[in-house]
């Protein structure tokens, strides 16, 4: 369970709260950090690093404390905060001669297929010349209204892990573990070891969001574990102010909570289960029973159309799986409720006679 010794690829979040002090990003804490990644490093391990701190910072390098809630604002503090913490990763591995990059994400780039397998591939070569990738959200453009947004780095970290088959996902935070009730609300609360499945209790239990800077609480935390869960990557949440944290980790002790993965999906699964959908189709009991017994959808199934869509595009069945369709919204506002052998028919010779085949569905609730 918290044997890592084969655990070769390695993601490794860290929140605002952690890195920064006194709403500037801890260079102290920074050297350390890139001290134990190092040695992850020489003994021929790969890591990624989450990182948090580029609002926080930018917003004290501005002397504009306490919390930013403008959009624009927030922007701002980004595009100032984020080459401030570049700079301290830079510093900090140059004096054990490791090289770092900075790849700044949007949730379009991982929704579309194409950016998704170029970021994929772009990883891939940096870890290849053994160097630390450097991930954060593109705060500066990332924006809810236009979709952009990921929420929280807890989510990107765990999207990151499933998108690059890490073994382990590493989320250090102020939190130091999942406990059985709140314990900013009961002082008998107990941390939790090990997590199996995350219950609706879990999620009730898990409060509100974090820090002034920061966006995630124990709520994404959650909502992270089960995005890597399904990639069969185990998470250890932990207190990143712990001395040596990362390679305690390592080593096995027994710190934070560990989640067990359920499932792993393939990464094409993944990336259907994972992207934001374009729309949603309403299908019959009789199409959801039989996409669960790996059969295809078929237009005959199908009761209403929300959204408009191409083919190609990622949809929501219901609420229970995703897919990729091989039909637009309007074409199958046309099919809904008929036979197959329609489909031809009504379109033409060339498409084909399915809304969705097996492998280009994954269910959601499993």
Not at 231 to 252: D, E, F, T
Request: aromatic share 4%.
């Amino acid at each position: 369970m918290r044997n890592f010794t084969k655990a070769k690829r390695i993601v490794v979040k860290i929140g605002t709260s952690v890195l920064t002090k006194d709403e500037c990003v801890d260079a102290a804490y920074v050297r350390r950090v890139a001290a134990q990644i190092s040695s992850l490093l020489e003994a021929g391990r790969q890591v990624v690093i989450v990182s948090s701190g580029a609002i926080g910072m930018g917003a004290g390098q501005l002397d504009r404390p306490g919390g930013i809630k403008r959009m624009k604002m927030r922007q701002a503090c980004a595009a100032v905060g984020q080459p401030l913490l570049m700079q301290e990763y830079r510093k900090s591995f140059l004096r054990h001669g490791v090289t770092v990059a900075q790849v700044l994400l949007t949730a379009e780039v991982l929704n579309h297929r194409k950016t998704y397998l170029n970021l994929r591939n772009s990883i891939e070569t940096l870890l290849d010349l053994k160097t630390v990738p450097v991930l954060n959200e593109n705060d500066s453009v990332s924006t809810d209204e236009i979709g952009t947004t990921f929420g929280d780095n807890d989510k990107l970290s765990a999207l990151v892990a499933s998108k690059i088959d890490a073994d382990l996902l590493i989320m250090l935070s102020d939190i130091d573990a999942l406990y059985d009730k709140n314990p900013q609300r009961h002082s008998d609360a107990r941390p939790i070891s090990a997590v199996f499945e995350i219950t609706p209790q879990m999620v009730k239990n898990a409060g509100g969001k974090g820090s002034k800077f920061a966006t995630g609480g124990m709520k994404t935390k959650l909502e992270a574990a089960k995005i890597a869960s399904n990639a069969g990557c185990r998470i250890v949440l932990a207190n990143g102010r712990l001395k040596n944290v990362i390679g305690r980790i390592i080593a096995g002790e027994e710190i934070g909570t560990v989640f067990m993965p359920k499932r792993k999906l393939s990464n094409r699964a993944r990336w259907i289960l994972n992207s934001a959908p374009a729309g949603t189709i309403t299908i019959d009991a009789g199409a959801m029973r039989a996409l669960r017994n790996r059969k295809s959808l078929l237009p005959s199934g199908v009761t209403k159309i929300e959204g408009a869509f191409e083919a190609g595009d990622v949809v929501m069945l219901n609420e229970n799986a995703k897919a990729v369709i091989n039909l637009s919204s309007s074409q199958l506002k046309a099919l809904a409720g008929k036979h197959s052998s329609e489909i031809r028919k009504i379109l033409g010779p060339k498409h084909r006679d399915v809304v969705a085949i097996p492998e280009d569905i994954v269910i959601v609730d499993y």
